[in-house]
């Protein structure tokens, strides 16, 4: 691992996260605050750099604005985000600008159109603290993945955290598959993802294939990234679930 910055991050946010984050290595969560010491928590740090934009000026200036025959909702977030996004290496505001995003997006109005009556509000709640954490996850232009934390493989980051099985892991790493699925949470997505500077793009298919997920900038190199994916997801992937306080869950 290339450590590019070892200082500790610290953010307080606005729901208080459960502490069996704890579990992972190199987090800790108190109530709302949430520390992360990069070195530890990481199995690849390269880049403390991410491109972000104001959530308020994402939800008055884009959610509401609907794509057209000239215009569609990629375009309309590629424009925001070059209009408006800016590079910090403020982790902690990324973490903040991500926790705004996934309340957003798995809010729990979404509950009854699932189809999954298995998904409740707590487990939402799980969806939100995985994915916030996992904005810190990075991909560059040229395809190379640049970060890479546990909860780029979903249902192993929150089968440790949450004590989930491998069918309700699965279930949950579904619903957040879902954008891809209802179009409706898919334009959602697309608008919302532009505070995290990119769209979000999953290595897998589907459950049997966790190859996560991670907000990558509009250009990357898909096949680079698929290809970068492929090299190292099988032994990070049992690291994470070496984690596991029940082994057999």
């Not at 215009?71 to 985000?81: G, K, N, P, R, W």
């Not at 902690?92 to 809010?107: G, I, M, N, S």
């Not at 699965?170 to 990119?198: P, Q």
Request: hydrophobic share 45%.
């Amino acid at each position: 691992m290339t450590t590019i910055d070892t200082t500790a991050i610290t953010v307080e946010l606005p729901e208080a996260f459960d502490p069996r984050w704890s579990r992972l290595p190199g987090i800790q969560v108190d109530g709302r605050r949430i520390t992360i010491d990069p070195a530890e928590y990481f199995v690849r740090f390269e880049s403390n750099t991410w491109l972000v934009a104001d959530w308020e000026l994402v939800k008055f200036q884009l959610l509401e604005v609907d794509e057209t025959t000239e215009s569609a909702v990629e375009q309309l977030a590629l424009d925001f985000i070059k209009q408006h996004s800016e590079s910090t290496s403020d982790a902690a505001r990324v973490v903040a600008t991500a926790y705004e995003v996934y309340a957003y997006l798995f809010r729990e109005e979404h509950l009854a159109g699932l189809g999954l009556p298995q998904i409740t509000a707590d487990h939402l709640r799980m969806l939100r603290e995985a994915a916030t954490l996992m904005a810190l996850n990075k991909v560059e232009l040229d395809g190379h993945i640049s970060n890479v934390g546990p909860c780029w493989f979903f249902p192993a980051a929150t089968s440790v955290v949450f004590d989930l099985d491998d069918e309700m892991g699965g279930m949950l790493d579904e619903v957040y598959h879902g954008g891809w699925f209802n179009e409706h949470r898919r334009i959602e997505s697309i608008k919302a993802h532009a505070a995290l500077g990119g769209r979000l793009v999953h290595g897998c298919q589907s459950v049997p294939d966790q190859s996560g997920g991670v907000v990558a900038p509009y250009g990357a190199s898909m096949a680079n990234f698929r290809d970068d994916l492929a090299a190292f997801k099988a032994g990070w992937i049992e690291q994470v679930y070496a984690h596991r306080v029940n082994p057999a869950a």
